[in-house]
C-alpha cells in the first residue's frame, strides 16, 4: 500500500509530499512535534498529546486547530489500514523570508505522518535496557527543555554517542549538575518502594506517559515524588525505569558501567508495566 501522509489539510502520498525550502522547520528548526502510539487503530492519550502540542504552539505563535489535527491524526491512519503504529505530527512556522523574520511566515506547515511500529521484544522488558551518561546538558533555564521542538540535535547527538559507545541510551544532567531524563524519555528512580523522578523546573519534557505513570502510582498508593535528583542517587536505587508512549515503562538496569542493584527489573517496574498496558486495554476498550 502506497503511504499515505497528511499535509495542510489533504492525504497525498508520500512521494508527493513537498515542503518549501524556505520552511521555517527545515531552516531553523522552528517547529514542534509529537510522537504517539496507536493501538488497534487508535492513538493512546490522543487529547493529551494534542493539548500539550497546542500549548506549546501558543508559546511559540503557531496556530494549531485540536479538532483538526485529531481529525488528521485518524485519516491516516485509516489512510494506510494500520493497527499497531506510530504516529508523528509535526507542525512548522512554514514559508518565510530567508533573513530570519517570523512576521514573514504567514502559514503553517502542518505535517502527520504514520508507519507500522513492532514493539519491543518481551526478552528487552525482561532484560532491561543499559545507559550512559553524556556530556550533553539540559539547560532548566530555557523554556526550549519543556516543549517537543523540531529542534531536536542535542537528543540524536546524545543517543548516538550512547549508541556508538554500545549503550542503549543517553541520561542527561542539566546545567547544574543534577538528573534530568535520558535522550528521547522520561527517568524514574525507585528507593524503598518508592518513585521519585526530576521535576520540570529540572529541564526535563512533561511527557505524556511520565504523567500516566505518576497517575498509576498514585492509585496503587505507590509514593512518588518530583524533585532535584543528584546523579549520585543512580548508586543508591533499587530500580530505574524509562518512559515514553513508544517503549511505555522500560527496565533501566545499567547505568555508565555499573549495575542498578542487582542488575535485573525491579518488582516496581514490572507492577507499572503491566498496569499500564492494562489501562491502555481498558481506555481502547472504553472509547
Known amino acids: 500500500m502506497t503511504d499515505i501522509v497528511y499535509l495542510n489539510g489533504s492525504l497525498i502520498p508520500r512521494r508527493r509530499a513537498l515542503i518549501s525550502v524556505l520552511d521555517y522547520g527545515f531552516l531553523y528548526g522552528y517547529g514542534l512535534f509529537e510522537t504517539m502510539r496507536a493501538y488497534q487503530s487508535r492513538v493512546f492519550l490522543l487529547d493529551r498529546h494534542l493539548n500539550r502540542l497546542a500549548e506549546a504552539a501558543v508559546q511559540l505563535g503557531l496556530p ?24 508523528r505530527i509535526t507542525i512548522s512556522g512554514g514559508e518565510g523570508s530567508l533573513i530570519p523574520d517570523l512576521a ?20 528487552i522488558y525482561h532484560s532491561g535496557l543499559r ?37 542503549d541510551e543517553a541520561l542527561l544532567l542539566n546545567e547544574k549538575g543534577m ?13 524503598h518502594g518508592a518513585i521519585m523522578t526530576p521535576d520540570l523546573a529540572s529541564g526535563v519534557l512533561p511527557g505524556i506517559t511520565r504523567r500516566a505513570v505518576i ?73
Open 64 to 87: 494549531v486547530s485540536v479538532p483538526e489535527l485529531a481529525g488528521a491524526v485518524t485519516d491516516t491512519i485509516q489512510a494506510n489500514g494500520l493497527e499497531n503504529a506510530r504516529i
Open 104 to 123: 514573514t511566515c504567514k502559514s503553517a506547515t502542518v505535517l502527520v505522518m504514520a508507519a507500522p511500529y513492532q514493539p519491543s521484544p518481551a526478552r
Open 131 to 167: 545507559a550512559i551518561t553524556v556530556s550533553n546538558r539540559r539547560n532548566s533555564q530555557s523554556p526550549l527543555s519543556r516543549l517537543k521542538t523540531a529542534n531536536y540535535m542535542e537528543s540524536i547527538l546524545a543517543r548516538q554517542y550512547a549508541n556508538n559507545a554500545g549503550f
Open 179 to 191: 538528573l534530568a531524563e535520558a535522550s528521547m524519555s522520561n527517568l524514574f528512580l525507585v528507593k
Open 215 to 287: 497517575e498509576l502510582a498514585a492509585k496503587l498508593d505507590i509514593d512518588t515524588v518530583e524533585l532535584e535528583i543528584p546523579p549520585e542517587a543512580i548508586n543508591e536505587a533499587d530500580e530505574a525505569f524509562l518512559t515514553n508512549s513508544l517503549i511505555e515503562v522500560m527496565p533501566l538496569v545499567e547505568i555508565d558501567g555499573r549495575p542498578v542493584a542487582g542488575g535485573q527489573p525491579g518488582a516496581i517496574t514490572a507492577k507499572l508495566l503491566k498496569e499500564y498496558r492494562l489501562m491502555v486495554r481498558q481506555t481502547l476498550m472504553e472509547s
